[in-house]
Structures are given as structure tokens and as C-alpha cells.
């Protein structure tokens, strides 16, 4: 029995409690299994109505301040000694001098270096530049960075929220930009400093004890983690597409590296280099820029030397699970801030957002979550229209002034799930995945479809498994270096090339299996697993999947994907999640070399590939697809002694009656197969 299965048969025997089929499932998250609230609350507006129009106006309109103070050259000293820099942004009158009333206190501390926000700071805000500059960076990247949407604001410094009445604080982290030390990544000695630029923030005579917390990307992850440990005075998180467990996200998916973390780090660490020219005489004069240099010189080029000698031998202890890890993920269930999470269904942290949401112990207002139809650095990107959500600056504004200042503007009746679904529109709802959701499990056939001859198999999908035995081979190819793979590990920055927005190319390599036409149009919504019995002419087997979405002219529309290395293919029961009977919905495999199994050549081994959740439309005359790929580079590597282990031989998948291949998803609504 394998160890998915073993799960399913704990559950069935009660391990899990088994509620009715009928009910809206639950989607458990590592061993919490409880039924979700019975009565979801109808269906809400995802522009926010007329609330979201008073936040727009409150941003937009006549500020309490006419002007901002920026100090760029704060120190502060950490309990170690070492000195962070940060840039401080206060309110100011006509003459640009600083209020002495004070103010809420928002922090955001990322190594992408004071002296990058200060340019974009300076681009969008020059007179008559900004509206050129916004128009210009939308136009040239096709929308992949629209600075309407307010996604720079949530990034670096925010004038028209310093002039409403408040404090920002943007802090280096420890390492980088011209902060001194070593850059840790996310680690304890970095948390601990979080929170004691905090505690000095609370302190200062511009703050009046409360503090926010907010930021895009690094900056929220580091957010969630400080708010992990609950410092006094935190009184509203604003996170921006953060993470729950980077090692499943990006970092090692399923045992396989990405190529997206060498290219982050050298561009961090290449950053870290830059000194800050705004302060770079002064700091000369007063030694800060010698000792930068000492703390640069200790680690030139963190962790680049760590990750590719893991790449090559496959050896370094970080390359796979680890307490180096674990003491970097945050911890959710503490948080007591109200938080606000972003994210997107293809964005590098795509699984963390919803798994975040359902974590968070906060009642339904204190907790909010947007996800789009997006990457990483699109974030934002159509937000104020007439059936979107208001722009990101006008939500984080809202936000702040109802936990921070206690305003009673509605925002905690805004969602509390806003989701822009695949293949539809924008909906606000209590719950994710939807209300009426419901298990379906569909196998993998040799009856072919019909739609896939251009890949290396055509199969079917249906409600029942295979009749007859066959079985379906490809190998690994660089096919992924055409497809949407690619732009999910780039944060979306190929997102305007046409060739990449279909499966198609990709699918020459792939083993296929497409469903009937829908009869009428069903949602997917929440975890998928796709299960998989193979064989393998090598010691080890890279396996990676796509869920996609085939129109009827033949155009494959990736809806989510997954991959999982064979030696990683145990599952800890107690930390997946499966649905109300059992069926295992999102397998949590434990990347640790203790969990690796044995992967013998030629002999039959099941495996369950976790799929990032989605929410998704298939409409009427849509099939739903299951492609199977051996490998998907870049977005999925391996390590060299890994990738020699395979022998670049075939991998197979097997088709049966009694051991059969199959996809478990959640349809809301019936696709007549």
C-alpha cells in the first residue's frame, strides 16, 4: 500500500471525520480537518461599492498634509551592534518641515536597496514625469508592471499615505542596500530584527505606538514572519504576494530546485553592492561607508556558492528540507495583526496565499485575500476598473486607517475572498474553495481524445478508470523553455510573448489525457492531486504536471501545475489534505533525505504530484487536460547527480483497471461526463 493510499485508508477507518458529501468540502490545511461554515455569505461585490468609492476618494482627494519629509539617512542599531539604515517619510507642512504631531508607523524592510525605491520614488513623482513614467511602464511591458494599479506604493514609499497622516519607515535588511552584517535570508538573527525595528520605530517621538507592517514579495514574507511573533503595538499586516513555505513554492518544489533563486539571489546580492548615493558623502565622512565595506567583504555573494555546489553535488543540506528552512517559514497560526493577503494563480508563491488565508486564526473581516489571474510582478495590474477590486494603495490605505486609526470605513465587510477566476470574473465570497464544491475524481484512459495528436500520447479522462491495460513514455526535452513554465519562473516577464501563452509547444512532449467537452460550464476551485502509477528506466524520475483548460479550437490554457522528484514521492498523512471521505487532495511530501525512497528500475511505483490550487471557469465546449511531463526546465531542475540518476531514460505512466492513474479535483456544478 503506498503512503497515500495508507492516508485515504486511515481516514476511511476515522481518522477523519466524515461529514456529508453534499456539503461544501473542506480543504483541510496539514492535518486540521474541520468542516467549513455551512452558510457562506452571498455572493459580495469585488469593486467594494460604495465604501471602495470613499477609500479612492480619501487617497485621491484633498490631503490632510501638503508635502513629505524624507530623512534617507537614519541609523538603527541592533542589539548585536550592528547598524541597519532606513529612510524616514513624514508628514510635512507647505515648508518641508515635519509635523511634530505623531503618527501610525509603517514599516517595510526589503534587500532590494533604499537607493532603487528611492529612484522609482523620484521617476513617479517628479513634476509632470510621474504620469509619463507610469504610462510608459505599462506600455512597454505589455501591463507585466502596471504602476496604476498601486503596486508600487505597496512597494517602496507612499506619499499620498505619509500625507494622510502617517509615518513610513523603508529599512534595509541586514546585509543589504547599506545596511552592515551579513545578510541572513530571512532567517532568525533577521526576524529578531524586524522586531526590534519595530520596537525602536514605537518609540520615536513621530509615533503614537501603532505600527503597520506591509510590503511586496520579500518584504511581506518578512512581514508574516515578524507578525509571527506578535510585537507589541503591530496592529495591521499588508502583504503583498508573501510566502508560507518558499521551499514548496520555489525554492525545491517537490525535490526539484528553480532556476527563478540563483537569478534572485545574484541580482540581491549584486544590489547589495550598490551604495546608496544620496548618502554616500556623508556616511565616507563618518566611517559608515568603511564599515559597509568590511560587512560586504565577510559575504560577497551570499549564499550563490552554497546553492550551486548543491546543484552540482547534491549534498548541501539546503537543497532539501531542513531546520534551515523551517526556522524560516512564519508563523501564521500566531499572528494576532489583522492582515490583508495578495496573490495570484501563477505567481512564484501561488499556493502559499490561500494556505496562508485558511491558517490565519482571525475571524472573517481581520483576514482578507485577493488573488488574480496573474504572475509575480503583475500584481495589481487592472485593479480599479469598474468590476475589479480598487486599486492596492487604495485598499492599503483603507486598511491602515481601520486597524491603525480605527475609522469605521467598511473595509473589514470588503471579501473576504475576492478571486479573479480563470476563465471568468471577479467575485467576492466568505470561503475558498467556493461554496459547493465538490471531490471528483477522474481517470486516466487509452481512449483517445481526439485533441491531442501533437503530443506524445492522446488519452482520455473519464468518471470510470481504464478497461484494458497501456501504458504512455516520453522523456526529458527543453519544450519548457517555450511554454508557460517559463513565465511563471520568470515572475511573468515573458508574459507578453504570444508563443508562450499556449500549452502547445510544450505538449509535443507530453503524455496527454483530455477530458469530453463540458455540457455546461463548471468551476474548479481549490487542491488538486494528481495521482500517478509509473515505471522508469533510471535510478530517479523527474515528473511534472499541468491542469489545463483546451478550448474548442484547440488552444491549452495552463490552470495550475506541479512536479515532484520520484525518491520524494512519500506523503506525511497527518500534514496533507484531503476532502470530507478521505480522498487525498494536496499530498505534503517531507523533503527530507530520511523520507527518500528507493526508485527501482523497471518496477511499478505509485506517486501523488501536489498541484498548486486554483480557481478556475470551464466553460461550455471546454475540456479539461491533465499533461504529464518527464521534466520541465527551467522552471523545474534537478541536481546533477539527481538528473544522472535518471540516465535521460523513459519515464512511463500506467494505465489499468486495478491500479489506475487518476486527477482528484473540486467542481462546483455538474460537466455532464
Known sequence: MTSSQSGRANARLGRFPLWDRHRSLPTPVRGEHHPRVDHALPLGDPTGGADARAWREAVDGRLTYPRVHIDRNVDIRMSDGVRLRATVVRPAERDGEP???????????????????????????????????????????????????????????????????????IVDVRGTGTSHGVWQIMGAREQQDSVEVLAWAREQDWCDGELGMGGWSYSAINSLQAAGHNPPGLGAVFAIEGSEDIVRDIYITGGLPSVFIPIWLGAVNALKWLYNPRTLLRDTVNGNTFRWLLSRLGSPATELGSVASGVVTGRDPRVNDNPYFTERHARIESIAAPTFLFGGWHDLFGRSTPRTFSRLNLPAGQKQMVITDGYHFDMGAGFGGSQSPPRIDVLQRAWYDKWLKGIDNGVDGYGPVTLKQQGGGWSAGESFPRQGARTARLYATPVASGTAAHAK??????????????????????????????????AGLTKTLPFLDDAGAQERGAISFTSPPAAVPVQLSGAINVHLVTQCEGD?????????????????????????????RAVDPARSEYDVDGELLSAFHPLTWSAKQKVPPGETIELDVDVVPTDALLDEGHRLRIDVYAGSVPRYLATLPDLARTRLGKQTVLLSPDQPSYVSLQFVGDPGW
Open 457 to 490: 500520447y492522446d488519452g482520455g479522462l473519464a468518471p470510470f478508470p481504464a478497461r484494458q491495460r497501456a501504458s504512455a513514455s516520453t522523456r526529458l526535452d527543453l519544450r519548457g523553455m517555450v511554454s508557460p513554465d517559463l513565465t511563471q519562473v520568470l
Open 99 to 169: 509635523v511634530t504631531t505623531p503618527y501610525p508607523a509603517i514599516l517595510n524592510i526589503n534587500p532590494y536597496n533604499r537607493a532603487v525605491v528611492d529612484a522609482i520614488d523620484e521617476a513617479t513623482h517628479a513634476p509632470f514625469l510621474g504620469p509619463v513614467v507610469n504610462t510608459a511602464t505599462k506600455t512597454l511591458t505589455g501591463s507585466t508592471i502596471d504602476p496604476t494599479g498601486g503596486i508600487l506604493e505597496g512597494f517602496g514609499i507612499n506619499r499620498r499615505l505619509v500625507r494622510s497622516g502617517y509615518v513610513q519607515v
Open 540 to 568: 530517479e524520475a523527474i515528473w511534472t504536471v499541468t491542469v489545463n483548460d483546451v478550448a474548442p479550437d484547440g488552444t491549452s490554457r495552463v490552470l495550475s501545475g506541479g512536479a515532484l522528484l520520484a525518491s520524494n
